[in-house]
């Protein structure tokens, strides 16, 4: 080959390869005279030789030729656009879907965006502004030479780049694409947050406008992914406006908060949840930007946490924005109170309009959806406070379910969450009080969807009213007991407590002071419970005892029969009288019947010492009743007085019970009930109960911990870390072989992991040994370098765990330090592929903390530390990562900074020293 066929393909080197085949459409032949620019490289001297040679530019002032080249190959690009469009109409290409623009043309493409980019706004942009050149372009960063005009010098030549690239922007297709996904939309954004932000270009209000035009063209995720990578900026008009619009994103994105959540928490890149980072959020939401009221702000908020929650076919999501909603309560009540829970019950007890529709079926149904993904919470007074002011609008709407043959199983899951979370039987009550009832001026009523929706009630007799409730009777008794058996017994016997104490007080009334339907009600509602629980009622009798005794005590043949529902009470004559004292007996036989049930169902030893004294009472009253069924009574009780008592019941029966509740709520189907019973579980490890068997309750965690849900797994995680500190020498090992153990499953060792790093971050310097177990195992795991993508996410586990050991216990990595630094030394050097940047990212940072952690400089073995420095140099040069290269470079900057505080001699030292010498 002859030397000049040598120089001719140095040059096209330099430039762009030419393919062998060319071709013949207009857009094909732009790219042509674009490559033809670029022929000798993208140095600006060698593109403006080639456009004056070819006559493409007028001869103007040297200051001016800048934005003369920038303004003709803005126009070329303006071009492509025109044309990838017109080529877009084509048959073929609209049917495939097909890219206009060739892969060889992308190398072309690329060249003229990136030299538009580098002197048509980095030239323009302050020191300090953007991302630096050598992080972006990589193989040619040291050849760049960008001449600084600044501003307000550059001003002109950056309104110019912007309102051209804007006419593509703005448009459709393919360059338009190009230009959002790579370089050339997030650098327009930049320079119009300059010229927004810089002193003394700020002051032009067309500037604000052209603001809004770019920034509205990003998706939210995005803009808060980019305004993230802006945060280190040195130039402080610029930072301080980045970090203005990144706490505004709620405010001007409907989407924000959702895609704030999705970008902390990593919810794009994996469905694991981690405690901490929910917690960074919530800290994030609960600050409030100073450009708005808080009334304001927190009613946006509140909105998009609302809409947050209806999409219940995002779990993973509706359970950290639960999470969030959950923790802001915990701060402050009444923001969530008045601006996420105060919409809610508007939907399900709306206030009486003029208007006939009152809550349309969308709003309905999404506040019902609300309410399921709230209810996934166990926070009890988080959710007494959502659900004390609906509960029976709530309880009508399940009614009104069961009715319309719609499914029941849902809602009816919500309640018994709810109760077994929160374990009130005054709320209990306040359903069984409502058993049947209708709202003042509104119903329920399926709408043309054939979804409920909320109507205004039509005018009808009350007559009507009530006829309609009687119909509704049975099946609302029945779906009340279908709650009750799915909750604990001690609920269920005290609401049956209640109902009969309300239903012996209103036989003890005059008419005017008890509505007689209502007694009706409490009378059915009690033959219910007493047959569907009898045997479970007979356990715990002293309180049952204590209302029969009180009955029998002030029986009366004058009581008020509950027949007066259909009399008035002007029409009552003898006839009636005689009714009432027919009823009286009928009450009284039922009262004797019950205590006849509990005498023969409750064994002695179920007798307490309560009981027997009420039982000697109701000895001496049963005489005074004459009736032929007493005596029986009488013998039986004194079978019962004489025999063993019971001794009172210790802690640990008590914590027996409570751990009988935990197992049985960890088999139940319902998500929050089991979370309630890991929650118990807790309670018992948490103050050493003497029913916990650490083996068993570990292995009940690991079961549990396979669970997908991120409430369940989330309780598993606390659990664990609980055991943890409860018997340090038996759980720590079993979970560090589970971790290292490649058999287990990736899930469980990622859970196990963050139980890990939680307790070593709680424990800190008083990890002890548990440290050096960890430090000792998971080094494998790093080491671990195989193909499999999914590996990663296990061995940046590793990393973190190792990284946290560095930083509260150094002491635990001394004796392993070289082994932890050739580790994290060959991820670096070893694992090069864009699929493994992320371990090079976790990896720079954890050769910072093994460097300045356990001994400082000091520390670091003899010939690592040039290594260290030559290899974290080479990332930040050529690493194909932004990040990384970042990172490696921050890392840098925190050893030369160490180097130079090793290297100044303190002032007490100083003392010494002359001191030694005698000075």
Same mark, same amino acid.
């Given at each position: 080959?002859?030397?000049?066929?040598?120089?001719?393909?140095?040059?096209?080197?330099?430039?762009?390869?030419?393919?062998?085949?060319?071709?013949?459409?207009?857009?094909?032949?732009?790219?042509?005279?674009?490559?033809?620019?670029?022929?000798?490289?993208?140095?600006?001297?060698?593109?403006?030789?080639?456009?004056?040679? %070819?006559?493409?530019?007028?001869?103007?002032?040297?200051?001016?030729?800048?934005?003369?080249?920038?303004?003709?190959?803005?126009?070329?690009?303006?071009?492509?656009?025109?044309?990838?469009?017109?080529?877009?109409?084509?048959?073929?290409?609209?049917?495939?879907?097909?890219?206009?623009?060739?892969?060889?043309?992308?190398?072309?493409?690329?060249?003229?965006?990136?030299?538009?980019?580098?002197?048509?706004?980095?030239?323009?942009?302050?020191?300090?502004?953007?991302?630096?050149?050598?992080?972006?372009?990589?193989?040619?960063?040291?050849?760049?030479?960008?001449?600084?005009?600044?501003?307000?010098?550059?001003?002109?030549?950056?309104? /110019?780049?912007?309102?051209?690239?804007?006419?593509?922007?703005?448009?459709?297709?393919?360059?338009?694409?190009?230009?959002?996904?790579?370089?050339?939309?997030?650098?327009?954004?930049?320079?119009?947050?300059?010229?927004?932000?810089?002193?003394?270009?700020?002051?032009?209000?067309?500037?604000?406008?052209?603001?809004?035009?770019?920034?509205?063209?990003?998706?939210?995720?995005?803009?808060?992914?980019?305004?993230?990578?802006?945060?280190?900026?040195?130039?402080? &008009?610029?930072?301080?406006?980045?970090?203005?619009?990144?706490?505004?994103?709620?405010?001007?994105?409907?989407?924000?908060?959702?895609?704030?959540?999705?970008?902390?928490?990593?919810?794009?890149?994996?469905?694991?949840?981690?405690?901490?980072?929910?917690?960074?959020?919530?800290?994030?939401?609960?600050?409030?930007?100073?450009?708005?009221?808080?009334?304001?702000?927190?009613?946006?908020?509140?909105?998009?946490?609302?809409?947050?929650?209806?999409?219940?076919?995002?779990?993973?999501?509706?359970?950290?924005? @639960?999470?969030?909603?959950?923790?802001?309560?915990?701060?402050? %009540?009444?923001?969530?109170?008045?601006?996420?829970?105060?919409?809610?019950?508007?939907?399900?007890?709306?206030?009486?309009?003029?208007?006939?529709?009152?809550?349309?079926?969308?709003?309905?149904?999404?506040?019902?959806?609300?309410?399921?993904?709230?209810?996934?919470?166990?926070?009890? /007074?988080?959710?007494?406070?959502?659900?004390?002011?609906?509960?029976?609008?709530?309880?009508?709407?399940?009614?009104?379910?069961?009715?319309?043959?719609?499914?029941?199983?849902?809602?009816?899951?919500?309640?018994?969450?709810?109760?077994?979370?929160?374990?009130?039987?005054?709320?209990?009550?306040?359903?069984?009080?409502?058993?049947?009832?209708?709202?003042?001026?509104?119903?329920?009523?399926?709408?043309?969807?054939?979804?409920?929706?909320?109507?205004?009630?039509?005018?009808?007799?009350?007559?009507?009213?009530?006829?309609?409730?009687?119909?509704?009777?049975?099946?609302?008794?029945?779906?009340?007991?279908?709650?009750?058996?799915?909750?604990?017994? @001690?609920?269920?016997?005290?609401?049956?407590?209640?109902?009969?104490?309300?239903?012996?007080?209103?036989?003890?009334?005059?008419?005017?002071?008890?509505?007689?339907?209502?007694?009706?009600?409490?009378?059915?509602?009690?033959?219910?419970?007493? %047959?569907?629980?009898?045997? !479970?009622?007979?356990?715990?009798?002293?309180?049952?005892?204590?209302?029969?005794?009180?009955?029998?005590?002030?029986?009366?043949?004058?009581?008020?029969?509950?027949?007066?529902?259909?009399?008035?009470?002007?029409?009552?004559?003898?006839?009636?009288?005689?009714?009432?004292?027919?009823?009286?007996?009928?009450?009284?036989?039922?009262?004797?019947?019950?205590?006849?049930?509990?005498?023969?169902?409750?064994?002695?030893?179920?007798?307490?010492?309560?009981?027997?004294?009420?039982?000697?009472?109701?000895?001496?009253?049963?005489?005074?009743?004459?009736?032929?069924?007493?005596?029986?009574?009488?013998?039986?009780?004194?079978?019962?007085?004489?025999?063993?008592?019971?001794?009172?019941?210790?802690?640990?029966?008590?914590?027996?019970?409570?751990?009988?509740?935990?197992?049985?709520?960890?088999?139940?189907?319902?998500?929050?009930?089991?979370? &309630?019973?890991?929650?118990?579980?807790?309670?018992?490890?948490?103050?050493?109960?003497?029913?916990?068997?650490?083996?068993?309750?570990? !292995?009940? &965690?690991?079961?549990?911990?396979?669970?997908?849900?991120?409430?369940?797994?989330?309780?598993?995680?606390?659990?664990?870390?609980?055991?943890?500190?409860?018997?340090?020498? !038996?759980?720590?090992?079993?979970?560090?072989? /589970?971790?290292?153990?490649?058999?287990?499953?990736?899930?469980?060792?990622?859970?196990?992991?963050?139980?890990?790093?939680?307790?070593?971050?709680?424990?800190?310097?008083?990890?002890?040994?548990?440290?050096?177990?960890?430090?000792?195992?998971?080094?494998?795991?790093?080491?671990?370098?195989?193909?499999?993508?999914?590996?990663?996410?296990?061995?940046?586990?590793?990393?973190?765990?190792?990284?946290?050991?560095?930083?509260?216990?150094?002491?635990?990595?001394?004796?392993?330090?070289?082994?932890?630094?050739?580790?994290?030394?060959?991820?670096?050097?070893?694992?090069?592929?864009?699929?493994?940047?992320? /371990?090079?990212?976790?990896?720079?940072?954890?050769?910072?903390?093994?460097?300045?952690?356990?001994?400082?400089?000091?520390?670091?073995?003899?010939?690592?530390?040039?290594?260290?420095?030559?290899?974290?140099?080479?990332?930040?040069?050529?690493?194909?990562?932004?990040?990384?290269?970042?990172?490696?470079?921050?890392?840098?900057?925190?050893?030369?900074?160490?180097?130079?505080?090793?290297?100044?001699?303190?002032?007490?030292?100083?003392? !010494?020293?002359?001191?030694?010498?005698?000075?």
């Amino acid at each position: 080959m002859s030397e000049t066929n040598a120089k001719v393909e140095y040059k096209q080197h330099k430039g762009l390869h030419k393919p062998e085949f060319l071709g013949n459409k207009p857009l094909d032949h732009l790219f042509q005279e674009i490559s033809e620019i670029f022929c000798d490289g993208d140095r600006f001297e060698s593109v403006q030789s080639i456009l004056k040679n %070819s006559h493409k530019l007028e001869e103007e002032p040297p200051k001016e030729s800048r934005y003369q080249v920038v303004k003709y190959l803005l126009s070329l690009l303006v071009q492509l656009h025109t044309l990838s469009n017109l080529e877009r109409q084509n048959a073929s290409v609209k049917k495939h879907n097909l890219i206009t623009i060739s892969m060889h043309d992308m190398k072309t493409f690329n060249m003229l965006v990136n030299f538009i980019v580098i002197q048509g706004i980095y030239s323009c942009l302050p020191p300090g502004v953007g991302i630096p050149l050598p992080k972006r372009f990589l193989k040619s960063s040291q050849k760049i030479k960008v001449v600084k005009l600044g501003l307000p010098n550059g001003e002109k030549l950056l309104n /110019m780049v912007i309102g051209e690239m804007l006419k593509i922007l703005e448009a459709d297709g393919d360059v338009k694409d190009f230009l959002m996904t790579g370089t050339g939309y997030s650098d327009v954004l930049c320079a119009t947050m300059c010229l927004l932000s810089y002193p003394e270009t700020s002051s032009n209000l067309n500037y604000q406008t052209l603001f809004d035009r770019v920034e509205q063209l990003c998706p939210t995720f995005e803009l808060i992914k980019f305004y993230s990578s802006l945060v280190p900026s040195q130039q402080p &008009h610029f930072k301080l406006f980045v970090l203005t619009r990144l706490s505004n994103v709620p405010l001007f994105r409907n989407d924000g908060v959702m895609c704030l959540i999705e970008y902390i928490c990593g919810l794009r890149d994996e469905e694991e949840i981690d405690i901490e980072k929910i917690e960074q959020v919530t800290s994030i939401l609960l600050s409030k930007p100073t450009n708005i009221s808080s009334g304001e702000y927190f009613k946006v908020l509140g909105s998009q946490l609302y809409e947050i929650l209806i999409l219940i076919d995002r779990p993973v999501l509706t359970s950290v924005a @639960g999470h969030i909603l959950e923790n802001i309560y915990l701060k402050n %009540s009444l923001i969530v109170k008045d601006f996420v829970f105060q919409r809610i019950w508007d939907n399900l007890d709306p206030n009486s309009t003029e208007n006939e529709e009152l809550v349309s079926e969308k709003d309905l149904n999404n506040t019902v959806n609300v309410i399921i993904s709230i209810a996934q919470k166990a926070e009890p /007074m988080f959710l007494i406070a959502l659900f004390s002011p609906i509960l029976i609008p709530l309880w009508n709407y399940l009614c009104f379910l069961q009715q319309k043959g719609k499914p029941t199983k849902v809602m009816m899951g919500v309640l018994v969450s709810f109760f077994t979370i929160v374990n009130s039987v005054e709320l209990l009550n306040e359903i069984a009080q409502n058993l049947i009832t209708n709202m003042e001026s509104w119903e329920f009523k399926l709408g043309p969807n054939d979804l409920p929706m909320i109507v205004r009630t039509p005018k009808s007799l009350d007559s009507t009213k009530t006829a309609r409730l009687f119909d509704t009777l049975d099946a609302s008794l029945k779906l009340y007991i279908s709650l009750l058996k799915e909750l604990d017994k @001690g609920l269920v016997n005290k609401v049956f407590l209640d109902v009969l104490q309300r239903w012996l007080n209103g036989n003890n009334t005059l008419v005017a002071d008890e509505n007689p339907f209502k007694i009706l009600i409490n009378l059915r509602l009690l033959e219910a419970i007493a %047959s569907n629980f009898k045997d !479970q009622l007979a356990e715990e009798p002293e309180e049952l005892l204590v209302i029969t005794k009180s009955f029998l005590k002030n029986f009366s043949p004058t009581t008020t029969s509950y027949a007066n529902i259909i009399k008035p009470e002007e029409d009552i004559d003898s006839d009636d009288e005689d009714e009432d004292e027919k009823t009286d007996k009928e009450t009284l036989k039922m009262v004797l019947e019950l205590l006849s049930s509990v005498i023969s169902e409750t064994s002695v030893a179920n007798f307490s010492h309560g009981s027997i004294k009420e039982l000697k009472e109701i000895q001496t009253i049963l005489p005074n009743l004459k009736l032929p069924a007493t005596q029986t009574l009488l013998e039986r009780i004194n079978l019962n007085i004489n025999g063993e008592r019971p001794k009172p019941k210790s802690q640990k029966e008590q914590d027996k019970l409570l751990f009988e509740r935990a197992i049985s709520s960890l088999n139940d189907p319902l998500v929050p009930i089991r979370a &309630h019973g890991l929650y118990m579980l807790r309670q018992l490890i948490d103050r050493k109960s003497e029913v916990i068997s650490v083996d068993f309750v570990v !292995q009940i &965690h690991l079961v549990q911990l396979k669970d997908d849900d991120p409430f369940v797994y989330l309780n598993v995680i606390k659990g664990l870390e609980a055991l943890i500190e409860l018997d340090k020498e !038996q759980v720590a090992p079993l979970l560090v072989s /589970m971790y290292v153990d490649d058999s287990q499953n990736l899930d469980e060792r990622l859970r196990i992991g963050e139980v890990l790093l939680k307790y070593i971050t709680t424990a800190n310097e008083t990890v002890g040994e548990l440290g050096k177990l960890i430090v000792s195992n998971i080094l494998s795991i790093i080491r671990k370098s195989d193909e499999n993508i999914k590996d990663i996410r296990l061995r940046m586990s590793a990393m973190s765990v190792l990284g946290m050991c560095c930083k509260v216990a150094p002491y635990c990595i001394i004796d392993y330090i070289t082994d932890a630094l050739d580790c994290v030394l060959g991820v670096l050097q070893l694992e090069t592929s864009n699929e493994q940047k992320v /371990m090079r990212r976790a990896a720079v940072f954890l050769v910072c903390d093994l460097i300045t952690g356990p001994a400082g400089l000091s520390g670091v073995p003899k010939g690592y530390g040039s290594r260290v420095l030559t290899i974290l140099k080479y990332i930040r040069d050529t690493d194909k990562d932004l990040l990384t290269r970042e990172h490696a470079e921050k890392v840098l900057e925190i050893i030369s900074e160490s180097i130079r505080e090793s290297m100044v001699v303190k002032e007490a030292d100083v003392e !010494q020293i002359r001191t030694i010498k005698g000075i």
